[in-house]
C-alpha cells in the first residue's frame, strides 16, 4: 500500500481522495490474492480505517483502530478470532504503538534515524508478543530483537522490487525483466540466508 501510494503521490494530476483509496483498494485485491490471512486482515483493517478516517480528515486514536479491527475480524473471521496469529499479530502492534514513543525516549533521547526506530518497533513489539509466546510456548527467543532488526526492514526493500519485476513480466519487456528478476532472486538469497544463519 505504501509502495503504490509512494508512486501516486509522484502524479500531479492525482488528486488527494484516488490517493487515499486506489492504495487501499489494492490492498484489498491484495488481501483477497492470499486468501485473508489474519495478519493481513488486520493490517487491512488498520489502513481501511485510517483511510476512511483521513477522507472525512478526522484524527484517529491506536487504541480505536485496534478495537475497531479486533470487531471486524470478529464479524468476519470468527475461526481465527484470538487464535495465536491473531495473538501475535495484534500484540506486536499494540507494543510498537504503546511503547515505541517510550523507548525512543528513554533509549535514543528522540534522536531517530533508520537504524534507531527498527530496533525500537523490533524491540517494542516483542514487549508486546512476549506474554503470548510465553502463553503458547512456554520460551522466548531474546535473539528475535536483532533478526527483526535486520530482516524486517530488508523484506520491506525486497517487496517493491518483487512487485516491479512482476509488473514489468507482465508488459513484456524481455532485458529489464531478466535484470530485474536476477536482484530479485539475489536478495531473496540473502534473506533466506540471514532467516536461517541468524
Known amino acids: 500500500t505504501g509502495f503504490i501510494y509512494l ?15 486506489i492504495p487501499t483498494t489494492a490492498a484489498l485485491f491484495y488481501l483477497i490474492l492470499l486468501d485473508f490471512p489474519v495478519s493481513l486482515s488486520r493490517a487491512f483493517c488498520f489502513i481501511s480505517i485510517l483511510t476512511v478516517a483521513s477522507l472525512f480528515f478526522r484524527k484517529t486514536h491506536p487504541t480505536d ?11 468476519f473471521d ?5 487464535g495465536l496469529s491473531f495473538s501475535l499479530s495484534f500484540s506486536a502492534v499494540m507494543g510498537i504503538f504503546y511503547f515505541k ?10 534522536n531517530s534515524n533508520f537504524f534507531t526506530d527498527n530496533l525500537t518497533i ?3 513489539a516483542t514487549i508486546g508478543t512476549f506474554p503470548v509466546l510465553m502463553y503458547y510456548f512456554h520460551s522466548f527467543s531474546f535473539g528475535s530483537i536483532l533478526v527483526n532488526s535486520i530482516l524486517v526492514p530488508f523484506t520491506s526493500f525486497i517487496l517493491p522490487v518483487l512487485y516491479v519485476a ?9 532485458i529489464l525483466n531478466e535484470v530485474l528478476w536476477s536482484y530479485s532472486d539475489l536478495f531473496l538469497r540473502v534473506q533466506a540466508y540471514l532467516s536461517d544463519s541468524l
Not at 470468527?78 to 484470538?82: A, D, G, H, P, V
Open 65 to 75: 483502530v485496534i478495537l475497531y479491527s479486533a470487531f471486524f475480524i470478529f464479524i
Open 7 to 21: 508512486i501516486l503521490s509522484r502524479i500531479s494530476f492525482i488528486n488527494y481522495y484516488a490517493l487515499k483509496i
Open 101 to 110: 514513543n517510550a523507548l525512543d525516549e528513554i533509549i535514543f533521547y528522540k
Open 166 to 174: 512482476l509488473l514489468v513480466e507482465g508488459m513484456g519487456i524481455p
Open 78 to 82: 470468527k475461526e481465527n478470532y484470538l
Open 122 to 124: 523490533s524491540l517494542s
